[in-house]
């Protein structure tokens, strides 16, 4: 008898053990062992066991190993999540098999030898079968689904506890974020504010919704808040960095003339758009959408112009505001020399504008829907075996459970989106389906986007240098690892699950909008790598700049307004103090958003950084390396970015490779 040494590796995830019966078949390309009970009793959460198989013959090449559970009389049926079973031949090979996943059925499961191998280099049929049948089963656990006409499709589920076990949150994971939401909310009823529809009488009064629970930056936004250089500074570094741009030809809607505003050291308007010293922000997708109604009261949402100058200081400060787009004698253009009040309302509507852009395009749309459609067509597509799989799994990590959640808690009809802000509802999904006729490939690789916003040269424009640092050096990886694979563009063209895979993108996440520009198909190795690029990036970086900011410009509710329930002023003089606080959200309202907004912006103790790889789903040398490269890399970015922190007035830490998560998980 021929004895092979079986080691199973189980996760120190909570609750990663089992009692039930774990069986386990090894299959080479000269035969397969029997079917082999292994003792459920040694299978513990972060347990080492080993066993041994006896066969009469050699297996050959092993080629993949089946698993499957059951569970005995009186035992519960509780899921296991191994991570890896390794093991040595009488020939004294060793062979590993990653698995990083819960078994929570009674099937038999599948998991091939750790070598990374494309659909091409399957030589033995065994191999075949078993990538066909891999993708048959995800197929029928990751449906598509329609949530809303005009939005990239979602997984189908009936709810997160309904997704299969291994896209779920840890036990850790969810304990932390059902008790963060408790928490928020009980201290909300503890000072009876989730209930109180009156306006706020004295903005000092806000401070108390959550006085035990600031950030540094929250406290300085509350200070100067009012303050236009913040005000510029929140669009280049603040949660809504993705919207300005330069301006070197006023669009013929928003009439603002030399005379109009002041420009220093005797220069005007005309010279300033020549010096490419003038910015734009225009929220043309925001035009014609109706507000909200909250408690039977109609709410505001505008779509306006916004004009900076980049002032001999270096600071970029607003210098007109139109609140329309359509230019009339009722949409006065509001400027810096106006009232105290007429200024700081314009700025308000602004504010709560961008509060809507930002979440459901920049936040919502660019990084949670798309992260979610990229992690469903990899599940549905890609086996476990492809190196495109191993390469951006850790990149999809807790992302379908979060978006569960958010369709539910958030923009689901009980949603607090839906219920409080003013482009809840109907008005939402209006949003969501203009954007993405909006969205182009090029607006989601940062480089182009950057280029073709003009903003290569802004000083103080943190987001864009980090974003720059980050992107060259994840490009950098995937070049490599995708090159150690793809030699040649005819391997990429030959790859018929990488083919299947970008269809199944442009499909269900572009809803095969051709304007978008996003690659159907791949016909190069460069092609490949870009796209995998944006991919990681998307679900990492972009996701941190737009979603940890939130509480440090949110908590401070007069900075970031989720809806206003006065219209627009439509001619100059009529504001006031009074005025300013009838237009802000009442109480409740205002309490329910900050909450919103707390929540999403926790960190886990399970998070995960970028570059940090506690699954080794590769196994051969190189790509290990690489991983390891990557990850030495974003540390000595790490440092470089806390220096530059250190002498700045607010230090711009969201792209902090530290601060980035591996995937959307919040």
Not at 61 to 83: C, T
Request: proline residues 6%.
């Amino acid at each position: 008898m021929l004895h092979y040494e079986v080691i199973v590796y189980t996760g120190h995830r909570v609750c990663s053990g089992t009692l039930n019966h774990v069986h386990i078949k090894l299959v080479g390309k000269d035969g397969e062992s029997h079917r082999t009970s292994l003792s459920s009793l040694r299978i513990g959460g972060g347990s080492v066991s080993t066993y041994t198989i006896s066969c009469p013959k050699s297996l050959g090449e092993l080629i993949l190993i089946e698993l499957d559970k059951q569970h005995g009389y009186l035992m519960p049926d509780d899921a296991w999540f191994p991570n890896k079973v390794e093991i040595k031949s009488p020939e004294g090979v060793i062979y590993t098999f990653p698995i990083h996943c819960w078994i929570g059925d009674k099937e038999t499961h599948r998991f091939r030898e750790g070598k990374a191998l494309r659909v091409f280099d399957e030589s033995n049929s065994l191999g075949q079968y078993a990538r066909e049948q891999e993708l048959c089963r995800r197929k029928a656990d990751y449906g598509w689904e329609q949530a809303y006409p005009g939005v990239p499709h979602c997984i189908e589920a009936d709810g997160p506890c309904k997704l299969p076990h291994e896209v779920q949150f840890s036990f850790t994971k969810t304990t932390e974020f059902g008790f963060t939401a408790i928490a928020a909310l009980t201290e909300l009823e503890l000072k009876g504010l989730e209930h109180d529809h009156h306006n706020w009488k004295h903005l000092d009064d806000i401070k108390r919704v959550f006085c035990n629970k600031h950030t540094v930056l929250s406290d300085y936004v509350q200070e100067h808040w009012t303050e236009d250089w913040l005000f510029g500074y929140q669009f280049l570094n603040g949660n809504h960095p993705t919207l300005i741009q330069r301006c070197k030809t006023l669009p013929k809607n928003f009439p603002v003339t030399d005379d109009m505003v002041v420009i220093s050291d005797c220069s005007n308007l005309s010279n300033e758009l020549k010096q490419g010293n003038i910015y734009l922000c225009d929220y043309k997708n925001l035009d014609g959408m109706p507000g909200n109604i909250i408690h039977g009261v109609q709410q505001y949402l505008t779509a306006p112009l916004v004009l900076f100058y980049k002032q001999p200081d270096d600071k970029l400060i607003p210098i007109a505001i139109q609140l329309k787009q359509t230019p009339s004698k009722d949409n006065p253009i509001f400027l810096p020399t106006d009232s105290e009040y007429d200024w700081l309302t314009a700025k308000i509507f602004v504010k709560s504008a961008d509060f809507t852009e930002h979440q459901l395009n920049a936040h919502l749309l660019r990084t949670h829907l798309l992260a979610e459609v990229f992690a469903v067509s990899l599940l549905r597509k890609v086996p476990m075996v492809h190196p495109l799989y191993k390469l951006l799994i850790p990149h999809t990590r807790y992302t379908l459970h979060i978006n569960e959640l958010a369709r539910t808690l958030l923009i689901g009809p009980a949603g607090i989106f839906t219920q409080f802000a003013a482009s809840g509802g109907q008005t939402m999904t209006k949003i969501l389906e203009r954007s993405l006729s909006s969205i182009t490939y090029r607006s989601l690789c940062f480089p182009d986007d950057i280029a073709d916003r003009d903003l290569q040269d802004v000083p103080n424009f943190y987001y864009r240098d980090d974003g720059l640092k980050l992107w060259n050096i994840i490009f950098e990886f995937v070049q490599g690892m995708i090159q150690y694979y793809y030699k040649r563009d005819e391997q990429v063209q030959q790859d018929s699950e990488l083919q299947i895979w970008i269809g199944d993108i442009f499909e269900h996440g572009f809803l095969c909008q051709q304007q978008t520009g996003i690659p159907q198909s791949f016909t190069t190795v460069p092609e490949l790598v870009k796209f995998a690029t944006m991919v990681i990036f998307t679900c990492s970086c972009q996701h941190a700049a737009v979603n940890n900011g939130q509480y440090d410009y949110g908590a401070w509710m007069p900075n970031t307004p989720i809806t206003l329930q006065r219209a627009p002023p439509t001619e100059k003089g009529t504001t006031s103090k009074a005025t300013m606080l009838m237009t802000l959200p009442p109480i409740n309202v205002t309490v329910q958003g900050i909450a919103a907004v707390w929540l999403l912006s926790r960190q886990s103790s399970d998070f995960v950084p970028l570059g940090h790889y506690p699954e080794d789903h590769f196994t051969e040398r190189t790509p290990r390396q690489m991983q390891k490269d990557f990850k030495t890399e974003l540390d000595q970015l790490s440092i470089k970015i806390n220096e530059r922190n250190k002498s700045l007035k607010i230090p711009y830490t969201y792209l902090d490779p530290k601060n980035v998560e591996n995937s959307v998980a919040i």
